[in-house]
């Protein structure tokens, strides 16, 4: 029986060390055991599976503008739990997706969206979320997807390098000179996010309010609360973007169709606060969101406007 015992242990042996460097190193914080903000944690698996983990009635949906929020802080301003399911680079198709889903999950009843010129461009399409929402629920199926060992291996050989192992093969790149600063009107770093990443993209612009519509009508038919902050840009998008392809008028169309389901958060003007550079990391993020939560969660802030909704 020990030497049964003894070989079955050892046949085991590899998939045990397997699933141990696999739920030690996975991108996604899958199973809740590290800190919140771990690997990708801004992902759609990683939002799903803490969703699951401790849902809430009180969802925030969004692209990057909106997951660098404080949760504690944001329960401190209203006496509300609300649970992030904001993603980096999240199109509408997406938020649609995860509406659909917390839905199924809890009963939702209130919902908080950000918007803006970019958000709403015919043609800003994320990945769908239905394969995420099967891998959140099968956790073997997770460990044994080809594309989620890879990204955990890789990550391990990271760990290595750090410790000395494979020091040629994997050391990280020089990152060059630091960054200078354009004796022009903006930064160097601000012109070029604008210029050669948002601009673009905005090229031969048509609005698409198609998946906003859906979720903003169905939360009215169902009660939900709702509330749409617009958000605020680094001056440099409205010198080098929205001016040049004289996007304003859609800005105001959309701010109407809005108001027709719910109040506007709106910061999406030209405002003391988008001028100054340094409080931007780049033309859409910017460094300390306490501000923006401020504005939102408790309609504070002297860059917000607030549009109520129009009257039935």
Same mark, same amino acid.
């Given at each position: 029986?020990?030497?049964? #015992?003894g070989?079955?242990?050892?046949a085991l042996?590899?998939?045990l060390?397997?699933?141990?460097?696999?739920?030690?190193?996975?991108?996604?914080?899958?199973?809740g055991l590290?800190?919140?903000?771990?690997?990708?944690?801004?992902?759609?698996?990683?939002?799903?599976?803490?969703?699951?983990?401790?849902?809430?009635? *009180? #969802?925030?949906?969004?692209?990057?503008?909106?997951?660098?929020?404080? #949760?504690?802080?944001?329960e401190?301003l209203?006496?509300?739990?609300?649970?992030?399911?904001?993603?980096?680079?999240?199109?509408?198709?997406?938020t649609?997706?995860l509406?659909?889903?917390?839905?199924?999950?809890?009963?939702?009843?209130?919902?908080v969206?950000d918007?803006?010129?970019?958000?709403f $461009?015919?043609? *800003? !399409?994320?990945?769908?979320?239905?394969?995420?929402?099967?891998? &959140?629920?099968?956790?073997?199926?997770?460990?044994?997807?080809?594309?989620y060992v890879?990204?955990?291996?890789?990550?391990?050989?990271?760990?290595?390098?750090?410790?000395?192992?494979?020091?040629?093969?994997? &050391?990280?790149?020089?990152?060059?000179?630091?960054q200078?600063?354009?004796?022009?009107?903006? $930064?160097d =770093?601000?012109?070029?996010y604008?210029?050669?990443?948002i601009?673009?993209?905005?090229? *031969?612009y048509?609005? =698409?309010?198609?998946d906003y519509?859906?979720?903003?009508?169905?939360?009215?038919?169902?009660?939900?609360?709702? !509330?749409?902050?617009?958000c605020?840009?680094?001056?440099s998008?409205w010198?080098?973007?929205?001016?040049p392809?004289?996007?304003?008028? /859609?800005m105001?169309? /959309?701010?109407?169709?809005? !108001?027709?389901y719910?109040?506007? /958060?709106d910061?999406?003007?030209k405002?003391?606060f988008?001028? *100054?550079?340094?409080l931007?990391?780049?033309g859409?993020?910017?460094?300390?969101?306490? &501000?923006?939560t401020?504005?939102?969660? &408790?309609?504070e802030g002297?860059?917000? $406007? #607030?549009?109520?909704?129009?009257?039935k």
């Open positions: 029986m020990k030497k049964f #015992i070989k079955l242990f050892l042996l590899p998939l060390l397997f699933a141990g460097l696999f739920i030690k190193y996975e991108p996604y914080n899958y199973w590290k800190p919140p903000k771990t690997g990708n944690w801004a992902q759609p698996l990683a939002r799903v599976r803490a969703f699951m983990r401790d849902p809430s009635e *009180n #969802i925030i949906l969004g692209d990057s503008r909106m997951n660098h929020f404080d #949760i504690d802080y944001i401190s209203t006496g509300d739990r609300y649970a992030n399911l904001s993603t980096g680079g999240q199109g509408p198709n997406l649609r997706e509406y659909d889903w917390a839905k199924e999950q809890v009963g939702v009843q209130r919902v969206l918007g803006s010129f970019y958000q $461009r015919r043609g *800003n !399409r994320s990945p769908s979320a239905l394969p995420v929402f099967y891998i &959140a629920e099968h956790p073997l199926t997770y460990m044994t997807t080809r594309d890879v990204e955990t291996a890789e990550l391990f050989l990271m760990d290595l390098s750090s410790h000395g192992f494979f020091l040629t093969a994997f &050391a990280a790149e020089s990152t060059g000179e630091p200078k600063i354009s004796p022009d009107k903006y $930064r =770093d601000l012109v070029q604008a210029t050669e990443l601009y673009p993209f905005c090229c *031969n048509t609005l =698409d309010m198609g519509d859906y979720i903003l009508r169905d939360c009215q038919e169902k009660g939900i609360e709702t !509330r749409v902050a617009l605020p840009v680094q001056e998008i010198e080098l973007v929205i001016e392809l004289h996007l304003e008028p /859609y105001e169309e /959309y701010r109407e169709i809005l !108001r027709q719910t109040d506007v /958060y910061m999406e003007w405002h003391e988008c001028k *100054n550079q340094e931007f990391g780049d859409f993020h910017q460094k300390d969101y306490t &501000a923006f401020n504005a939102i969660f &408790a309609g002297d860059f917000l $406007r #607030i549009l109520p909704r129009f009257s």
